[in-house]
Structure formats: C-alpha cells, structure tokens
T-cell receptor, first 117, second 115 residues
Framework: GAVVSQHPSRVICKSGTSVKIECRSL??????MFWYRQFPKQSLMLMAT?????????EQGVEKDKFLINHASLTLSTLTVTSAHPEDSSFYIC?????????????FGSGTRLTVV | QKEVEQNSGPLSVPEGAIASLNCTYS??????FFWYRQYSGKSPELIMF????GDKEDGRFTAQLNKASQYVSLLIRDSQPSDSATYLC???????????????FGQGTILTVHP
C-alpha cells in the first residue's frame, strides 16, 4: 500500500529557531499533501494543503509566514516551523490521498512530535 | 460550519464483545466517510472507508452508512485489547467545492477493551 515517510519523528528545539519536517511518498506520486497539527487529547486540525509546483493554501488562522510549506516534487513536501515558540509544540502529521483518489482514503505519515523549549 | 460529531465516550467493552462507534455529519453533500484508528502517540491509520448506503464488512469491522440520517457507524466484533485506541470518523466533502479533498474529522472516541 501507499507509504508516506515522515521525518524527524521527534525534535526538540530552542525557542526562536526553525525546524523542518519532511514527508516523502515512497511508492506513489503525491500531488497533494495535507498538513495537520494535533494537540494532546484533541482531534486533527488541518493547517494547510500543499500542491506540487504551486503555492500552498492555508486554513484560516494559520500563519503562512510561520509555517512555510514547500512541495517541490511529486514525492516530497516539507513544513518549516519558523521562529518556533513553546506554543508551537505539537504533533504535526502529513497526509496524502490514496493513489486511487480521495474517495479511497488518505495515508498519514508517522508524525513529528515537536517540543520547543 | 461543516461538522462531524462522534459519540463522546470513552467507550469501554469487555474482550469479545461488539464495540459500536457512532458518527453524524452535518454536510449532506459529503460523499465518502472514513474510520481511522489512532493509538496514543501515533498517527492515524485507515480502517475502512465507505461511500454507499448500507453496510461494508472487512474482517471484524463493519462500517454502516445512512445518508438520509447523515449517520455513519463502525462495529468491531470480537473486540480485542489491541483494539483499544481512539477512533476518528472523517468526512470528505463533495467534489467540485473549494473544500474538496479536505477531510473533516470528528473529535474521536476513545475505546478501551478490557480483558
């Protein structure tokens, strides 16, 4: 089945630094990648949608200058959290639709636990 | 506001019992529905998807969809302790809209299967 590889799985960074999270589709081409954030005991919140070769679209309330998304190829999408602060500490997960189409489900990366100290 | 609501839980069932997880959705145009299982500290994994009215079975899992009632459910037969997790219901908006492709997730139901 479709696999989305997400790295790193855990990262601890100092306040004010930037962190890059990568998601790679290993056996299919992901023209679209969705980026979610999940706080403890809460459901997934969609942050943005990245499309290969075009600008990402951000959900209301998500700062595009803080959460930089790049989808430079059909197999790689990245999320960079710039000037991270403790309130950015969360579980970040990427997701790509099945190769057969949206109706057939979405594959999630393994997630990145970001802790900003 | 397009919403997906799940029964609040937590739900606790004994091993071997049937666990019933329920979900309602407000967007009548939603075309597909998904059940994901999420273990603590892990990312969601797809259990089943359904887009036609009726039942869909896969092993111990049965998804049920009733579009008239805007209701989706997941039954887990012969529940095992390894089924203990948070179950997320998600809806896919209709094709052609600006939100197409963006899943709307419910808040999740915590299931505990005790030996």
């Amino acid at each position: 089945g479709a696999v989305v590889s997400q790295h790193p799985s855990r990262v601890i960074c100092k306040s004010g630094t930037s962190v890059k999270i990568e998601c790679r589709s290993l056996d299919f081409q992901a023209t679209t990648m969705f980026w979610y954030r999940q706080f403890p005991k809460q459901s997934l919140m969609l942050m943005a949608t990245s499309n290969e070769g075009s600008k990402a679209t951000y959900e209301q309330g998500v700062e595009k200058d803080k959460f930089l998304i790049n989808h430079a190829s059909l197999t790689l999408s990245t999320l960079t959290v710039t000037s991270a602060h403790p309130e950015d500490s969360s579980f970040y997960i990427c997701s790509a639709p099945a190769r057969e189409g949206f109706n057939y489900g979405y594959t999630f990366g393994s997630g990145t636990r970001l802790t900003v100290v | 506001q397009k919403e997906v609501e799940q029964n609040s839980g937590p739900l606790s069932v004994p091993e071997g019992a049937i666990a019933s997880l329920n979900c309602t959705y407000s967007d009548r145009g939603s075309q597909s529905f998904f059940w994901y299982r999420q273990y603590s500290g892990k990312s969601p994994e797809l259990i089943m998807f359904i887009y036609s009215n009726g039942d869909k079975e896969d092993g111990r899992f049965t998804a049920q969809l009733n579009k008239a009632s805007q209701y989706v459910s997941l039954l887990i037969r012969d529940s095992q302790p390894s089924d203990s997790a948070t179950y997320l219901c998600a809806a896919l908006p209709r094709a052609g809209g600006t939100s197409y492709g963006k899943l709307t997730f419910g808040q999740g139901t915590i299931l505990t299967v005790h030996p």
